[in-house]
């Protein structure tokens, strides 16, 4: 079965640290493009960036450049997000996904991970 | 930036019913790469459409998409119980790959 398996849900402090991660199975983790997807409360979807893990080319969405980090790690068929300092704005649920056809980035996304909520409160 | 704006922002409709939903781009998408997608509460959204009009793998007949350029629809002939949800278009043609604000389809 293809699947993406993401950590837990995080409570965090703002001003902390956090790196959260993505693990597919079941598909060659390094020939499909994973991205990430915000979604704060109540509120819609919003894409973050994406990376290929078979040679770690990335690219962010410009209202994310800057505030997270995308990275992968193609020997343990993992994806990360992480950042350095959050913000209470930062809460939010957050999703991986996977291209549809591989090594064309521009396609829809036909498998989502179960997502993390990360919560940032002081 | 493509924006994508979804109307109605809410569609209240009873079972049997048929559902139109509506996406239009502020620009036009390349290649008709524009995508629906379905969120339940509690869950992950679903690829229910791809490149404006195939059905993704397992999403009945009932869904289906069309469109080119700036102006696509979704419509779901005969409303079943469980397709009650929020549903999202999305445009995967240029960077920044783009939402739309989502409909939510209720009951009646």
């Known amino acids: 079965e293809v699947q993406l398996v993401q950590s837990g849900a995080e409570v965090k402090k703002p001003g902390e640290s956090l790196k959260i991660s993505c693990k597919g199975s079941g598909y060659s983790f390094t020939t499909y493009w994973i991205g990430w997807v915000r979604q704060m409360p109540a509120k819609g979807l919003e894409w973050m960036g994406v990376?290929?893990?078979?040679?770690?080319?990335?690219r962010y969405s410009p209202s994310f450049q800057g505030q997270v980090t995308i990275s992968a790690d193609k020997s343990i068929n993992t994806a990360y997000l992480q950042w350095s300092s959050l913000k209470a704005s930062d809460t939010a649920m957050y999703y991986c996904v996977r291209h549809r056809r591989g090594r064309y980035m521009s396609d829809a996304f036909d498998i989502w991970g179960q997502g993390t909520m990360v919560t940032v409160s002081s | 930036e493509i924006v994508l704006t979804q109307s109605p922002g809410t569609l209240s409709l009873s079972p049997g019913e048929r559902a139109t939903l509506s996406c239009r781009a502020s620009q036009s998408v390349s290649s008709s790469y524009l995508a629906w997608y379905q969120q339940k509460p509690g869950q992950a959204p679903r690829l229910l459409i791809f490149g404006a009009s195939s059905r993704a793998t397992g999403i009945p007949d009932r869904f289906s998409g069309s469109g080119s350029g700036t102006d696509f629809t979704l419509t779901i002939s005969r409303l079943e119980p469980e397709d009650f949800a929020v549903y999202y278009c999305?445009?995967?043609?240029?960077?920044?790959?783009?939402f739309g604000g989502g409909t939510k389809v209720e009951i009646k």
């Open positions: 999305q445009q995967y043609g240029s960077l920044p790959l783009t």
């Open positions: 990376i290929y893990p078979g040679d770690s080319d990335i």
